[in-house]
């Protein structure tokens, strides 16, 4: 099992708190963190901020997490990857997503409808540009050259590069099926660990139909981390975070999040968190997140209770431990981070 760890985020460059953020990832790095992702919402965008870590760090992979399909082109997307495995000695993944209809259509201005569609595409042509191919392309959303104008077929100058991984965060069944069938990795959320195949299930499944061996996939899914023996200071901060993407994390009619929680085993926790917040019920939204939801979704506790739950997540078929190591300064979520690095070692080394 790896570990990854991701930066940045909604609030994301509120603070201009950057060169701390870096000092901590270096740290990360040091401490043989795998993977370090961006993540890309409405805050800093998923891309300067990791050509600046490609220059100040030497062997962790760099990874997207994720770049939102509708903020960008599909051959500005292949243009961006390419370049970033140039300057990153190959360490770069390129991790893509749909995003959802009220990032989609309220920021970019792009129709939502037909997001597995839209990826399907600009996969299909990120890998034309990935091969050094003239990218020609005729589907439902994009279309090139555009015909009737003075466009034509054009091949990338950058050299061709089809190492480079493609990981896709989803998380409808048809979606993560996709993802079985065509990614070089998963980059979940919402996993359950005791309801794995609510999206495992669903990815292994496109693999296999595609012919694929899954285990040649990476899974990833993960969550906070903070140590300490008793359990409901460190739930309580995780309650609000946890109805929000429930409730708001979409539309009431779309949230990916939520419809994932549901078929993971909390249908009706899910449902009533998500009425109790849409009806303007914040605080009862909170107070209704059950316990067991929180702590199957991060890594909270005693040593040997996270050791557990890392357990768990290997067991379910997890390979790549995404990690949000919490506390009240950088000293006590570098120990945290240090605590379950140490602790995958462990279970690692059980296995060889």
Same mark, same amino acid.
């Not at 034309?128 to 005729?138: D, H, S, V």
């Not at 009533?272 to 849409?278: A, G, I, S």
């Not at 939204?285 to 929180?294: G, R, S």
């Given at each position: ?48 901020t990791l050509a600046y870590l490609a220059a100040v760090t030497n062997e962790v992979q760099l990874g997207t997490g994720i770049l939102?399909?509708?903020?960008? /082109? ?5 243009? /961006? ?54 990218? &020609? ?9 555009? $015909? ?10 950058? *050299? ?12 409808? *069944? ?39 061996d899954p285990s040649a996939i990476e899974y990833q899914a993960g969550g906070a981390v903070q140590f300490g023996d008793e359990i409901? $200071? ?5 309650? $609000? ?16 999040? &939520? ?70 300064? /950088? ?22």
């Amino acid at each position: 099992m790896k570990v990854s760890i991701a930066f940045g985020g909604p609030a994301s460059g509120k603070k201009r708190d950057w060169d701390i953020q870096v000092e901590f990832l270096r740290e990360a790095e040091q401490m043989g963190v795998d993977i370090i992702w961006s993540a890309e919402a409405w805050g800093m965008d998923g891309v300067t901020t990791l050509a600046y870590l490609a220059a100040v760090t030497n062997e962790v992979q760099l990874g997207t997490g994720i770049l939102q399909i509708s903020a960008r /082109t599909p051959v500005m997307t292949a243009m /961006t990857a390419l370049s970033m495995a140039a300057i990153s000695e190959d360490r770069f993944i390129l991790g893509l997503g749909v995003s959802g209809p009220q990032v989609v259509e309220g920021l970019h201005g792009v129709p939502f409808h037909q997001p597995l569609t839209r990826l399907r595409e600009t996969v299909d042509i990120v890998r034309q540009a990935f091969a050094g191919e003239k990218i &020609n392309y005729e589907g439902s959303h994009h279309l090139l050259p555009l $015909p009737g104008g003075e466009g034509k077929a054009l091949r990338l100058a950058q *050299p061709a590069n089809e190492q480079i991984p493609i990981w896709l965060a989803t998380l409808g *069944p048809k979606s993560l099926e996709y993802t079985g069938q065509v990614a070089d990795g998963w980059a979940g959320t919402s996993f359950v660990p005791s309801g794995a195949a609510a999206t495992l299930g669903h990815v292994q499944q496109g693999a296999v139909g595609a012919g694929r061996d899954p285990s040649a996939i990476e899974y990833q899914a993960g969550g906070a981390v903070q140590f300490g023996d008793e359990i409901e $200071p460190l739930l309580a901060p995780r309650r $609000p975070g946890v109805a929000f993407t429930l409730g708001a994390m979409g539309s009431p009619t779309t949230n990916f999040y &939520n419809d994932a929680y549901r078929r993971g085993g909390f249908e009706m926790a899910a449902q009533q968190v998500q009425k109790l917040w849409v009806d303007g019920e914040r605080e009862q939204a909170v107070e209704a997140v059950p316990d067991e939801l929180i702590l199957q979704t991060n890594f909270l506790g005693s040593v040997s209770e996270v050791t557990e739950r890392v357990r768990a997540y290997r067991d379910a078929g997890i390979s790549v431990l995404r990690v949000q190591p919490e506390g009240a300064d /950088t000293q006590e979520r570098l120990d945290s981070l240090g605590g379950i690095v140490d602790i995958v070692r462990s279970l690692n080394n059980d296995n060889t």
